[in-house]
């Protein structure tokens, strides 16, 4: 069957152009199809293989208020999971009018759900606070280091506008040591603590990112040091002369007017929205009452820029349509924060707060041109900061430890190769944003960016060779070669994958399948029960004669785990011939021939 699976957030779209058909004639076929092909594993005789109970459905709309429910079911029948080989199996006609079926009933489903779950109200996480404080003040550097970072360009080669990633890049990475943290921003700063991960590599979550009253008072210590660095002045301040310089004497005769004047824009660039007369009012008496006291414009400035940096108004992200039950819309500057905080990481800039006030963000041809114009933007580095390493969970590179006896070549002086993959995906990653290519340049690219470290650490793979000092811990050179061998590139098959799925002596299938399924199709698996022991690294004197597969079939024999291992253990066992550090391999150490599918 050639059909060609239809998305989550596409079927989003289209419940909003849904017609659902008439109830009994859709539920009818669907309950008849159940019956038939499902409710033996899902229902009949107290079986509720994966928690779902088919028979339970009674109606349609039981059925449709279960989207979650009707997106699996859409899944496991498109990618022909179920019903499984063992039972009697639709015919490719039944199979697609099923689906057409279901897909109209989750889109009906999605349309009567007004609004996805979503938090309300969030804070900053800490890269969005440094990011957007350096905005907002026109820093030249940054707050405070960040070690989240896991790439440091040296070379300023990111031009979105130019629609062309260069040939060369200079980069490093941040766990390559401390000198990767050497860079521009404000003496005595120090950030607030990270926030918890979250689940499947991302940082943290919205609905985790609360303010504590320890926090806030963080936050008051963190908006004092910033404007109390000794860096802080007019050298790396863009904003300092309108702002924090000293009065004329023609403002001086209207000091009120005067501080109203500097106050009303920064504060409404701050909180993204406009200033409250009452607010404003507050901001202005503190000012003019510092400077009658004695202080002068630039200390009573930057007590109100302190104040205004440690403000909720400024901490938080808050969606005021999601308050409003009877209005779905998304008000105007909500939604130039929305956009900011994705693309930019930061407060929206004048440009898009402007449009948000004439309401003209909201029309979709201006929506359209501002993402073009966002996207184009230098800023947009940032995102590139910021997910795909969250998103591949590169970060689990980091403690990766191929076994030294084994892999000698993986580690050079103190440092490790691992310092050197995982800036290959990252630079992938960008080429294919600002050269607004395929996605499936994600996966299966015509190039890829090696470094002379890296290029020596594929061995000998079908990969141009790449001139260049190796073993460099600090900067690197990574060069744009051409790809003919589908083996290589790709956010999947790479190094820095192949290495952080692995054990110190074994590469683990079960690690990549999972990561596979997590990742790249968003279904991650459950974890394992808590009382299965895991598969040794080393091979029992038993086992030295058996591949990894047969060493894992023997070991995984419980009827409960076989459902989840379906699903994973083909992906995993598909990128096999990949050794610990992702190097490929015909046969095992032991002579046996790596089989890679079944």
């Keep these: 069957m050639s059909r060609s699976p239809i998305t989550y957030p596409t079927i989003a779209i289209l419940a909003l152009f849904a017609v659902p058909l008439a109830a009994d004639e859709s539920f009818g076929s669907l309950a008849s199809f159940f019956s038939t092909h499902c409710t033996q594993c899902h229902g009949e005789a107290g079986k509720v293989k994966g928690k779902v109970d088919l028979l339970e459905i009674s109606s349609p709309e039981k ?129 607030f603590p990270q926030d918890l991960r979250a689940e499947h590599g991302f940082d943290n ?19 004092q040091s910033i404007v109390s660095s000794h860096d802080f002045g007019p050298k790396r301040v863009g904003i300092w002369k309108p702002f924090f310089g000293e009065f004329s004497k023609s403002e001086q005769a209207d000091l009120r007017g005067s501080i109203e004047k500097r106050l009303l824009p920064f504060l409404t660039h701050a909180f993204r929205r406009p200033v409250p007369a009452s607010t404003l009012e507050r901001y202005v008496d503190l000012v003019e009452s510092r400077v009658a006291s004695g202080a002068t414009v630039s200390a009573a400035m930057k007590l109100a820029a302190s104040a205004a940096i440690s403000s909720p108004q400024f901490l938080y992200l808050y969606d005021e349509a999601l308050d409003q039950t009877d209005s779905p ?92 993959m995982m800036l290959e ?70 190094a820095a994958v192949m290495t952080m799925t692995s054990g110190p002596e074994r590469s683990q299938p079960i690690t990549r399948g999972a990561w596979l399924l997590t990742t790249i199709f968003n279904d991650p698996p459950e974890p394992p029960p808590a009382d299965v022991p895991a598969l040794g690294e080393v091979p029992t004197a038993e086992e030295a004669h058996l591949t990894l597969r047969e060493r894992l079939t023997n070991h995984r024999e419980r009827a409960d785990c076989a459902g989840c291992h379906e699903q994973i253990d083909p992906l ?9 550090v992702g190097k490929w391999r015909d046969i095992y150490e032991n002579g046996r021939k790596v089989v890679s599918h079944q």
């Design 63 to 191: 059925l449709r208020g279960d989207p979650e429910l009707l997106a699996s079911l859409v899944d496991v029948i498109d990618f022909e999971e179920m019903p499984p080989e063992d039972e009697p199996q639709p015919t490719a006609t039944e199979r697609s009018h099923i689906l057409e079926l279901l897909e109209m009933e989750l889109a009906t489903a999605l349309k009567a759900e007004s609004t996805f779950a979503q938090a309300p109200i969030r804070r900053m996480n800490r890269l969005q606070y440094n990011n957007a404080v350096v905005d907002l003040l026109k820093l030249s550097g940054n707050v405070y280091s960040l070690p989240e970072k896991m790439m440091r360009s040296h070379s300023n080669y990111f031009d979105p506008a130019s629609g062309v990633m260069p040939e060369t890049v200079r980069v490093g990475s941040r766990p390559l040591g401390k000198s990767q943290m050497i860079e521009p921003r404000l003496a005595g700063v120090a950030p």
């Design 205 to 223: 979550r919205g609905d985790h990112l609360s303010l504590s009253p320890l926090l806030m008072e963080s936050f008051l210590r963190l908006g």
């Design 329 to 420: 819309d998304v008000e105007s500057y909500d939604l130039a924060s929305r956009l900011s905080f994705f693309l930019w990481g930061s407060i929206p800039d004048q440009h898009l707060l402007d449009l948000a006030g004439t309401g003209e963000l909201n029309h979709p041809s201006v929506l359209e041109d501002e993402i073009d114009r966002m996207l184009n933007d230098p800023r947009a580095k940032r995102f590139c900061d910021s997910f795909p390493s969250q998103w591949l969970q590169l970060e689990r590179i980091i403690s990766s430890v191929p076994d030294p006896d084994h892999f000698a070549d993986f580690y050079f002086s103190k440092y490790r190769d691992s310092m050197h």
């Design 425 to 494: 995906p990252l630079l992938l990653f960008e080429a294919v944003l600002i050269e607004d290519r395929p996605i499936t340049d994600l996966i299966d690219p015509d190039f890829t960016y090696l470094s002379a470290t890296l290029r020596e650490s594929y061995g000998d793979a079908n990969l141009p060779g790449v001139d260049g000092k190796k073993n460099i811990p600090v900067v690197l050179d990574f060069h744009r070669v051409p790809i003919t061998d589908r083996r290589y590139g790709g956010v999947i098959t790479n």
């Design 572 to 580: 995993g066992f598909a990128l096999e011939n990949f050794d610990p």
